[in-house]
Structures are given as C-alpha cells and as structure tokens.
C-alpha cells in the first residue's frame, strides 16, 4: 500500500534559553539532567524518523482491531478478518491502498501463546500471500504463492519470549521480534465476477491460538492492554504526543541489541519503552527543540523524496523488508511508511510510482492529459501480475469516478485496445476520451494525482534493472 502526505516546513532555529530546574518526568525516568536544547532537537529528529513507522502503524491497527465504533473496525485481536471485495474510495484508514486483490486481516498479540496460521490449497495461476509485518513495520516473513506455493499449509507465529516446541503438522515457525504483529492477507481477484472463487480461498485460511489447535487448555491470559488514542494523520506531523506514543508503543517491542546505544540516547528525553515523555513537563525551550527536530524529519525526507525517490536513485524496493535488509536506514524506513505503509519487500512486489511527468512537472488532470505506452514486448514482467492505480491528492486516496474503475491491470489486457505494433498506450485523464479509446481509460481527478504501478512477484529483470518503467508523457 502506497501513499503520500502533505510535508512541513524545517522548523525554525531554535532559541537558546536558560536552563529550567528538571521535570518530574524526567526525575521519573531516572534522569539525572535533561539535554540541552541542540541535542534535544538532534534526539526529537532521529527518534521521530526511527518512530514514525511504529506510530502510524499503531494508528491502522487502532482503527481496526481496537476501536469498535472507527468504521474501518476489522474485529478483536487474534481473529481472522475477511473484506470479500477490493477497496473503494471509501476505505480510507490506509492511503494507496490496492485495489487489485481483496484483503483479510489479522492483529497478533503474541504475548500468552503463539499462533497457528492454516491455508487451504490455491489453484496455480491464483496469486495470493500473507504478509507479516511487525511493530516496526519489518517485513518478517511471508506465506504464498512466491515463498512457499500453492499447496496448502499450516504456519506457527510466535512472539519473541515463546520458549516451547512447534506441534507435528507445522510446515514452519515464524518469529515475531515484537509482542503484537499485522498479518495482511491478499488473494487475487481476476474480474468482478470471480469474487465468489475468492470468497471461497478466504473461508479456507484459518487463525487459532496454539492451545486450540492443540485441544488443550488455554494459558493464563496476559495482563489486559489499556490502548491510548492515536493521533490523527495530521496531529502526528507536528504534536509532540508523537513521542508519548512511542513511549507506549515501545513496551511491545523487546530492545534489538542492535538499537541499545540509540535507546541510550532517546532515554535522554524520556523516549523508550518503560519512560514517560510528557511535553507539558518540559521546559518551553526543550518544547521548541523538540518541535523543531520533528520538522528536522520532515524536512529530511522531504529531501530524501525529492533527490533519491522521485529521481529514480532509489525506489520503494530500498524502503521495505527485513530489519538484515534495512540495515538500519531508518530514513528508508520512514519514507516506506510515508508513501505507502505495509508495502511489500521487493521480492514479493515492486512498485515505480509517478509523482511527476517526463519533464520534471507534478501531474494535475486540471486541463491536462498523459499517456503510458507499453511496447509488444515490455509489459511489466512478472510472475503473477501487475496493475497501474491512481491516487488523488492530497488525500493519496482512491479517486471517485462514474466508470468505478480505479485501475487498469494485467487481468484486463484481453479488452484493451492494442496499438498498430501490438503495444498498449493507456490514456489517463479527466475528460473521457474518443469511444475507441475508453477501454484503456483510467480516469484522473480535475486536480492533482499520482500513480502507482505494482508488480506482484517480479520477474528477475524487473528486480535488477534491466527492465524500466515507462514514461508518464504529458499529452499536447
């Protein structure tokens, strides 16, 4: 899942003001000073690029597995959720959502047993995957027609202190470094009238604690988790409550070994897990700090977009997979999480997106036509299929249209117009085009948009380069 915010400004430069005596939080947190303003605003840059994924993420998962009256509710933890259609401009808790392949869902909580994750078998020429997606949003593992076929399956999900012995009848134990986990099922839909065929395949997955797959005995059942209220996507760019989220967020996350000297430094501020950052304990020029560090990260990867993303130095291929694969880029991290939270790692899919023209220029359906034209030979390559889907801006949304039609994909090749040579141009725009060329319409917003290509288990010249995305030509 694709998607785009509005960025902030860099922050002003911060005052250098007096030291004001130590907050109670900060003598709660066993602190013996708080940082000076200049390495406040260094902590508040770094923790908020490290933590923006884990509290966005918080902010889907709250709407779906906590909050019975969000109208995006999926249902309790630890329950298998089914969504037997694919997503409308009325799904909006998730920008850039795909719109190619119904949805089921999981929120694991991992803290009393692990999970049993059962799949039926698929028919070949069906993709479908299970994504699982941690509290920092890693990509940990993945079940489905790349990584393990189309047989049918059974999968043990644990959380990070499981200590016991997988049962007889496990095909393979996967690991959890954090305490609650996202499982995020896709199964392909090839034509409106194949949802039957896919309400089938979902009726077929099934999630059960450990003990119930056993017959035995549920375990104690874990201390019960007072959940706190996100923010809203506006109020994470600039509310230093951001910061008391992670706090909470963070107790679900065990240290990784690799992130202790980095938590040593957070702590300074009262950001960790088992701390307690209260901006109203702070002094108003560590407010202004941290503030300003927050805008610091925006202003970051607002320049990370623009010179490494939307230059073609680096791709959504560079922003998403396993904690060995980030390396500790959080920056990367920061920017999947930013453009499309929960996208896949490359292997399973990659996406070129279209934020501007062939000539530098933003896209805008206001007057304005484009065109994507696929030579006989260059259809994206992959092993299951590919699509092209647009977004509006600045809600990075669905956009609304009277033909309901949100994306042209590989499923429809069959009905598309071919060019004399055999090639495919697809015409994005507002106006309808000529009756010959309303087939391979994907209509545009009178406004802004952008455009997001997906590739579904690439083919190895997607993955290496040597096949290109084409042009988005703006038409005369």
């Given at each position: 899942m694709l998607r785009r915010r509005t960025l902030i400004a860099a922050g002003a430069a911060v005052a250098l003001l007096p030291r004001m005596p130590i907050p109670t939080t900060a003598r709660a947190n066993g602190t013996a000073s708080l940082p000076s303003p200049e390495e406040a605003r260094a902590i508040a840059r770094e923790a908020y690029i490290y933590g923006f994924p884990l509290v966005d993420s918080y902010r889907v998962?709250?709407?779906?597995?906590?909050?019975?009256?969000?109208?995006?509710?999926?249902?309790?933890?630890?329950?298998?959720?089914?969504?037997?259609?694919?997503?409308?401009?009325?799904?909006?808790?998730?920008?850039?959502?795909?719109?190619?392949?119904?949805?089921?869902?999981?929120?694991?909580?991992?803290?009393?047993?692990?999970?049993?994750?059962?799949?039926?078998?698929?028919?070949?020429?069906?993709?479908?995957?299970?994504?699982?997606?941690?509290?920092?949003?890693?990509?940990?593992?993945?079940?489905?027609?790349?990584?393990?076929?189309?047989?049918?399956?059974?999968?043990?999900?644990?959380?990070?202190?499981?200590?016991?012995?997988?049962?007889?009848?496990?095909?393979?134990?996967?690991?959890?470094?954090?305490?609650?986990?996202?499982?995020?099922?896709?199964?392909?839909?090839?034509?409106?009238?194949?949802?039957?065929?896919v309400k089938k395949i979902q009726a077929g997955y099934r999630v059960e604690p450990l003990s119930a797959f056993l017959g035995q005995p549920a375990p104690a059942a874990p201390a019960k988790i007072d959940f706190i209220k996100p923010l809203s996507v506006d109020e994470?760019?600039?509310?230093?409550?951001f910061f008391s989220l992670l706090d909470f967020i963070l107790q679900f996350c065990p240290v990784n070994p690799l992130e202790t000297e980095m938590m040593a430094r957070f702590a300074k501020l009262g950001i960790g897990a088992g701390k307690t950052f209260d901006p109203q304990a702070l002094p108003p020029e560590l407010l202004e700090a941290v503030e300003a560090g927050?805008?610091?990260?925006?202003?970051?990867?607002?320049?990370h977009k623009e010179t490494e993303l939307d230059t073609g130095k680096r791709s959504s291929a560079d922003s998403f997979g396993t904690r060995a694969f980030l390396n500790g880029n959080y920056l990367d991290r920061m920017s999947g999480a930013v453009l499309g939270i929960y996208g896949n790692s490359k292997e399973e899919a990659i996406y070129p997106v279209y934020f501007i023209d062939s000539k530098g220029?933003?896209?805008?359906?206001?007057?304005?036509?484009?065109?994507?034209?696929?030579?006989?030979?260059?259809?994206?390559?992959?092993?299951?299929?590919?699509?092209?889907?647009?977004?509006?801006?600045?809600?990075?949304?669905?956009?609304?249209?009277?033909?309901?039609r949100y994306l042209i994909n590989s499923p429809m090749?069959?009905?598309?117009?071919?060019?004399?040579?055999?090639?495919i141009t697809l015409e994005i725009q507002h106006?309808?085009?000529?009756?010959d060329r309303q087939a391979n319409w994907l209509p545009a917003p009178a406004g802004p948009f952008f455009l997001v290509m997906r590739l579904y288990w690439p083919k190895a010249e997607a993955l290496d380069g040597r096949w290109k995305a084409p042009a988005l030509e703006r038409v005369n």
């Open positions: 998962q709250y709407s779906y597995f906590v909050d019975r009256n969000d109208p995006e509710y999926k249902g309790e933890w630890n329950t298998l959720t089914n969504t037997a259609r694919v997503y409308t401009p009325d799904d909006k808790a998730i920008q850039t959502p795909n719109s190619d392949t119904p949805y089921s869902s999981v929120g694991a909580d991992l803290r009393a047993e692990p999970l049993v994750i059962s799949v039926p078998e698929v028919e070949n020429g069906r993709y479908y995957s299970i994504q699982f997606v941690d509290m920092y949003t890693f990509n940990f593992a993945y079940v489905g027609s790349r990584a393990t076929g189309n047989s049918s399956g059974t999968f043990l999900l644990a959380g990070p202190n499981w200590k016991g012995k997988p049962p007889s009848g496990v095909s393979a134990v996967v690991r959890s470094e954090t305490e609650l986990a996202f499982l995020l099922f896709r199964t392909q839909l090839f034509d409106p009238a194949d949802i039957d065929n994470e760019r600039t509310s230093p409550q927050m805008a610091d990260a925006w202003a970051a990867f607002k320049e220029e933003s896209i805008d359906g206001a007057g304005h036509r484009y065109r994507i034209r696929f030579a006989q030979d260059a259809l994206p390559p992959v092993n299951a299929f590919w699509s092209l889907t647009l977004y509006e801006l600045p809600s990075s949304l669905l956009s609304a249209n009277s033909l309901h090749l069959p009905d598309l117009k071919r060019d004399a040579d055999g090639g106006e309808m085009p000529a009756a």
